[in-house]
């Protein structure tokens, strides 16, 4: 009886949707989609690291003011872990990413705000533990003009519904183990609602109401694309409600496996405590 339980229990662990972080791998890009306008998501910010003289892009970010980033929680543990001994920057303005525009702001990073429950060493539970979100403090203050602003953030606790627009934006790969696009890309990614996102064939238990799913067709997010932004549209504006935070481990487009972002709303508390209070923001976790 216990070995049949015991088969029965690595049976459905090997069912279990396994997800994969956009950043496990250096190089990047939205699948599908098409290149954006330039400097038409102007809050949306690439932040890189260096490697000999030059800088690579590994995860994107939104402005939310002037001084402050909001990305995932997991690409700042990957340079405060990975790649602490290298200098990194967030550059905001920019488009391609492989050449200077003239537009482009460049920031080093003077602190990181993790959620407050998370651990460093725990970077594989933040799914299950719902709380892939971090703040990045700037050394300085983004001057902000046509090509850099703020983006709007919904208020707390806002759900969308099924189906309603959205667009991710991001330098991720063009489609799974892919080639790169050195321009910032879009792909439009309906939100799909937790009820249809949870269920059985979807994503099930893996994904928390702290969460909101976005596609499952032939566009998604891919790696290099985490902690950009999921603008959507509401009420005739574009509002920042999702953190790209995960896709299937078997594809960046896998079928019935939408692109799962931190939901925004969830947080705002948070966020609104921790860029007020100089305390909360010396908490580093790396």
Request: with cysteine; glycine share 10%; proline share 4%.
């Amino acid at each position: 009886y216990q070995r049949c339980i015991s088969s029965l229990l690595s049976v459905l662990a090997e069912l279990e949707p396994q997800p994969r972080y956009l950043e496990d791998t250096v190089e990047e890009r939205v699948v599908g989609g098409e290149v954006a306008r330039p400097n038409s998501w102007p809050w949306q910010i690439s932040l890189q690291y260096k490697s000999g003289s030059s800088f690579y892009h590994t995860c994107g970010g939104t402005l939310i003011r002037r001084g402050w980033v909001m990305t995932a929680a997991h690409c700042s543990i990957f340079f405060c872990c990975v790649l602490s001994s290298r200098t990194w920057r967030v550059v905001l303005g920019d488009h391609n990413i492989n050449s200077h525009e003239g537009r482009e702001q460049y920031m080093s990073v003077s602190r990181i705000c993790q959620h407050m429950w998370q651990s460093p060493t725990l970077k594989n539970s933040w799914i299950s533990s719902r709380w892939d979100i971090a703040l990045l403090r700037l050394s300085s203050d983004a001057t902000l003009n046509n090509y850099v602003q703020l983006g709007a953030l919904p208020p707390s606790g806002q759900v969308l519904p099924h189906n309603n627009p959205c667009y991710i934006s991001g330098w991720g790969r063009t489609q799974t183990g892919g080639q790169l696009s050195a321009q910032l890309k879009q792909a439009y990614l309906p939100v799909v609602d937790h009820k249809t996102c949870s269920s059985y064939g979807w994503w099930g238990s893996t994904v928390k109401n702290s969460m909101v799913c976005a596609g499952g067709g032939s566009e998604s997010g891919c790696q290099g694309d985490s902690g950009g932004p999921l603008n959507c549209s509401v009420g005739g504006k574009w509002v920042v409600h999702g953190v790209t935070s995960f896709v299937s481990s078997s594809g960046c487009n896998a079928y019935r496996k939408p692109t799962v972002f931190t939901r925004v709303s969830a947080y705002i508390s948070w966020m609104n405590s921790v860029s007020v209070s100089a305390k909360d923001a010396e908490k580093l976790l790396c």
